[in-house]
């Protein structure tokens, strides 16, 4: 594959772990754990591949909802999962950035995701961004209020300042966005910055989610001509630009 046509992000929806343990007769959080441990041979492959940004969904707001044996159990994975891999995300050159707000989150766990943001913080072989306690509403709602706190007034505001004010703040948009288990919505994942970004479905669950599965995604990218509203004569490989503002917004809320 030309490396010109390798995302430059890469954004993944993991979803199936529920249905990957049901199927092997396990509860769901076995499939979470799975889940987890999956990720770091889908990352290797990622680097492998060329691709410099990797942005996993771990936890919506709206799992909030599930039962709190669920919710605890994945609270607990996650906490596990930080205190083992970070140091290895680390040692290989892995930047670690937090979509979301920590608002609610278990101070333990919390501590635990500033420790892991601190020590990666100087790391540019990859940047991970994991959306956990993260909404796409809610980020947007989010970058609009403290937009008003810093009185931008209204003929000041263009796509430029509110991505400023995202967690994103200061990475590009999303190249393509994957989604296991088969299913064929966004979820309120990356609201804002999906605009442009192409999408990949398939019906593997994650836990099943190899190196081969990633490079089936790529290939298929690889294959998109990416037109970003423009008329296929007048392509260019590289979406509008749009014009960032300083603002001093914190991209990464702890």
């Known amino acids: 594959m030309e490396a010109k046509r390798v995302p430059h992000h890469v954004a993944i929806i993991m979803d199936g772990n529920g249905r990957w343990a049901a199927r092997r007769g396990q509860p769901r959080l076995f499939g979470h754990r799975a889940g987890t441990n999956n ?17 996993i969904y771990a936890f919506s707001t709206e799992n909030w909802d599930r039962s709190r044996e669920e919710v605890s159990g994945l609270l607990r994975i996650l906490g596990e999962a930080l205190a083992r891999e970070a140091p290895k995300l680390h040692k290989n050159g892995v930047q670690i950035r937090h979509l979301g707000t920590l608002d609610g989150v278990p101070e333990g766990l919390a501590k635990r995701i500033r420790g892991a943001l601190e020590l990666t913080k100087h790391n540019d072989r990859l940047v991970l961004q994991v959306a956990f306690n993260y909404g796409g509403r809610a980020e947007i709602v989010d ?8 009185g931008v007034p209204a003929d000041a ?12 703040a200061g990475l590009p948009d999303p190249d393509l966005i994957i989604r296991t288990a088969g299913e064929m919505r966004l979820s309120n994942f990356l609201l ?15 836990p099943d989610f190899d190196e081969t599965e990633l490079h089936r995604a790529l290939d298929a990218f690889a294959a998109r001509d990416r037109r970003f509203g423009r008329r296929p004569d007048n392509l260019s490989p590289e979406p509008p630009a749009r014009t960032p503002r300083s603002t001093g917004a914190v991209a990464l809320p702890a």
């Open 143 to 150: 970058a609009v209020r403290r937009i008003i706190r810093d």
């Open 157 to 168: 505001v263009d796509e430029g300042l509110i991505s400023s004010y995202l967690y994103t």
């Open 39 to 55: 990720l770091r041979r889908v990352l290797e492959a990622a680097v492998q591949a060329g691709v410099k940004i990797v942005t």
């Open 192 to 206: 804002w910055q999906a605009s442009y970004a192409e999408y990949y479905s398939t019906p593997t669950f994650w």
